[in-house]
């Protein structure tokens, strides 16, 4: 049996209007190669990037969108005319009011992003959804909200708990493997109703259905106030979370029975993918330390020592001029990460 782990498969489907359109077209670079896969040099070319944020009855969801006009062989992408016509979708925030919102359907897999806050020297591991293709004709007039289904391996399934206190829900800690042979993990959710049906256990490889959904945390200002007049306006001091709610999942997938049958299996080695999550704890620590080699942790460290720098010579000329207690920084808010490049890969996906 093989050592390393193959490219597990996952894809996101969203149908809505769209709420924000925050894409740009801007000039960028192609990598070229050849029939034989070697690299020749590079292109410019038109790139059109950024983010586009979809509304549905489940709430609002933003992905992450990067088109490029030629593709790797040197010719015009065929995704490129889609591309454009995103870019003309109309949204609900500042756009012609005098029309209607596009309504949509979007596609894509998700990738994870790792990052170092550089404000805070915090490691943050999201779920980046990234836009393939793109449509406005194969919009169902019933259908609206976002799901997402590939293939996992359990790592961990374990009661959520909220203030110390179960909240009926189960907590599946999933990994899948990108193309490179790297785990990332997934946290999907099972409600309450679900929980005695969900009969998997850890170590197993399942299919999993899922839907992603956006769930209000707090909520509006509404205190006991022993004086008070009506406010204009209400606080709402609540925001809203993304979750992954498990909507259902396959029969568990067998351990192939010869190499030849592995080559068609999707069945996910506990042994390899353990030994796959110890390589990415390694790889995030070192994210913490700032030994990684990678363009975004260097970066991003380099951002945090010249910060670091800063407020340390900040520091001393304060306590030059008047000595006093350092006040606490509160800036503990993830890093924005509309500066992280992202690469054009090849899907082989047929366009709309």
Not at 322 to 340: N, S, V
């Amino acid at each position: 049996m093989k050592s390393a782990l193959k490219k597990t498969a996952n894809w996101f489907a969203c149908e809505g209007t769209c709420y924000e359109n925050a894409l740009e077209l801007a000039k960028g670079k192609v990598k070229i190669f050849d029939e034989n896969g070697n690299e020749t040099g590079e292109k410019v070319c038109d790139v059109i990037r950024g983010r586009i944020a979809m509304r549905t009855d489940d709430g609002i969801h933003t992905f992450n969108v990067y088109f490029s006009s030629i593709g790797g062989n040197g010719k015009e992408s065929p995704r490129w005319k889609m591309a454009q016509s995103l870019y003309e979708w109309n949204p609900e925030v500042n756009g012609d009011s005098n029309i209607e919102p596009t309504a949509g359907r979007i596609e894509g897999v998700a990738e994870i992003n790792d990052y170092v806050n550089p404000q805070n020297n915090k490691l943050y591991s999201t779920l980046r959804w990234r836009v393939n293709r793109s449509s406005t004709s194969s919009v169902k007039n019933d259908s609206s909200g976002a799901s997402f289904g590939g293939t996992f391996y359990i790592h961990k399934i374990e009661e959520e708990e909220l203030n110390e206190e179960p909240t009926g829900r189960l907590k599946i800690t999933l990994y899948g493997s990108n193309r490179n042979g790297e785990c990332f993990p997934v946290t999907m959710f099972v409600n309450e109703e679900d929980v005695e049906d969900f009969d998997f256990n850890e170590e197993e490889t399942v299919y999993f259905d899922m839907n992603l959904t956006s769930r209000q945390v707090g909520g509006t200002n509404k205190r006991q106030m022993r004086h008070s007049k009506k406010m204009k306006v209400d606080i709402n001091s609540g925001f809203s979370i993304e979750e992954l709610i498990y909507m259902g999942g396959s029969e568990p997938i067998e351990e192939p029975e010869d190499e030849e049958e592995e080559e068609k299996s999707e069945w996910i080695d506990p042994d390899v993918m353990k030994k796959a999550i110890r390589i990415r704890s390694n790889k995030l620590q070192n994210m913490r330390e700032g030994t990684s080699t990678g363009s975004n942790s260097s970066r991003n460290r380099k951002k945090g020592l010249d910060m670091k720098a800063r407020k340390e010579a900040a520091k001393k000329n304060r306590a030059e001029r008047k000595p006093k207690p350092e006040p606490e920084d509160d800036d503990d808010f993830p890093l924005d990460d509309e500066d992280i490049p992202w690469d054009d890969d090849d899907f082989d996906m047929e366009d709309e």
